[in-house]
């Protein structure tokens, strides 16, 4: 939700969130979510009073859960997950693995 609230006003402010949020993650509690996300895009010129509103009102949950909702009816349960033509590769894996799949279905399309 927060990620999402972020985009809406910078699509880099989702990328901060993202980076602060990894490097922070045992500081980080559901208690003070809400302070570490301000703090975190404090500096990058996002207005952190329209995205506090966005995150007291969790608008956008709705986003969060169709995303959710789709992923489930493909299948998907972790993540990474990587898609090419409807074959689903999951999890971390080596560019070849990528290189097979693709060639795969190059020859397939002739």
């Keep these: 939700i927060a990620g999402e609230c972020a985009f809406d006003q910078d699509k880099n402010a989702f990328w901060v969130l993202y980076d602060y949020y990894f490097q922070h993650q045992p500081d980080i ?3 003070n979510l809400k302070e570490k996300t301000l703090e975190a895009v404090r500096d990058i010129g996002i207005n952190t009073a329209r995205l506090a509103d ?8 709705d986003r969060v859960q169709s995303d959710i909702a789709e992923a ?4 998907i349960i972790s993540t990474p997950v990587f898609l090419i033509i409807g074959r689903k590769i999951s999890g971390a894996q080596p560019l070849e693995k990528f290189k097979h799949f693709i060639d795969e279905e190059l020859a397939r399309a002739g």
């Design 54 to 61: 966005c995150l007291d009102n969790e608008q956008t949950k």
């Design 72 to 75: 489930q009816q493909l299948g």
């Design 29 to 31: 509690t559901p208690e």
